[in-house]
DNA sequence: TCAACTTTAAGCCACTTGGCTTAGATATGC
DNA sequence: GCATATCTAAGCCAAGTGGCTTAAAGTTGA
């Protein structure tokens, strides 16, 4: 495997371009599997230094780069919101879905790059008990209000259940970009990507939203 | 963290021993981030040569995990299927959900412990290209007879649409598993995991199933 | 201009890693 | 019994690892 495209801009400072060279290196080979130095020097640093003094450790790193993503797609989501009220489709269970999930399709059509899908599945098992389940809390206003939303509409489910049906949510789109970012590396577009977004979308929709059976 | 737990039993091989210290360790630290030194020592292994000698290479090593875990549920996919015929029930779409997911919860049953799920996912998404979309050939015969009926309820949808959704249930599943995983390692059972199981198993019905939209 | 601060470079270090060789132990087949 | 094949132990090695110190370069503000 080669360090194709894993160099990312050289317009970023440094710090930035770390981050992003990193993302790259986990998702081809594991948050374990590259070295600081090897990311410093993907980076253009001369120096594996650079890696220890802007994020101290390797989990620091790590953290930095879900944190920046984080970031970025948040801004989106509070955009997405202010339309959805705009259009008078707030009201929409679909919004919701949309919400949390189309951002990270955004990351990747504007940074022509889908390694974030991989990180972030790594990210999740790495890091389960912190993530998962922290239904409030400590997370950017527009998730946070996606989440909030979320419960409401699931005020038939117990805490316990409605959150496991959001991590299947996030699962589950998870296994589209996995999908979305086979058929780019491999070259074949194997199917019109708009259209299985489409159909997930839906699927998610009616599996999150899935009444609990009846009695009798 | 301990090793706590991590120490196998003593009954089994050799070989079979560091199989089952490496999936738990690569589960709780990652493929990469356990050295074959420490499997080999949390096998029983006085040296390390013994991970080489059976495995050749980590990824032989990781290789053998799926392949014994693979045989494993197959055996019982297959028992599964002979039930469900003489029941009548091998006509009902539900039967392939259960058959393809179940054996891995019996997995869990039996030997008591989660980390088949964790590791699974970290190895999906190291083989996603090899492991995805091979609706057909080099599958042991339960799940490709699972896959197979699966392909002919799913008549109304293209090869890749139907192998998406597939791998739609493949992440449904395991997100089910990694809330099990985590509530069992937290101590705390937040829910019922049975009406976890049947909940989870219901949405996942529901969105492999769901016809597609219709026009107009 | 120059001092304070931030960022990069260079190189050292003890330690771990996986691969390897050799020898010894244990099981297996005849 | 005994030879053959299978498995385990012991230890060496070059390469690579992350952490660290020190110095230099660049940037900023007064």
Redesign the pocket.
Known sequence: MSERKARPDDQV???TRIILAAEILFAREGIDG?????IAAVA???????????F???DGLVQAIFDYRMEQMDERRLTMFAEAERDGRIGDPRIIVEVILLPQIALIDRFGDHSYANFLCQYLLRNSDAEFGRFGGNLPPGLQRALTMLRQRLDFLSDSAAQRRLITVCFMFLNLLAVYTRDLESGRASEDFDEALEDTIRQIVAALFLPVRQEG
Not at 44 to 54: P, S
Request: no cysteine.
């Open positions: 400072d440094s710090r590259v070295s600081l130095r090897r253009g640093q001369k120096n594996h230094h650079a890696v220890q003094y802007h101290g450790t390797r």
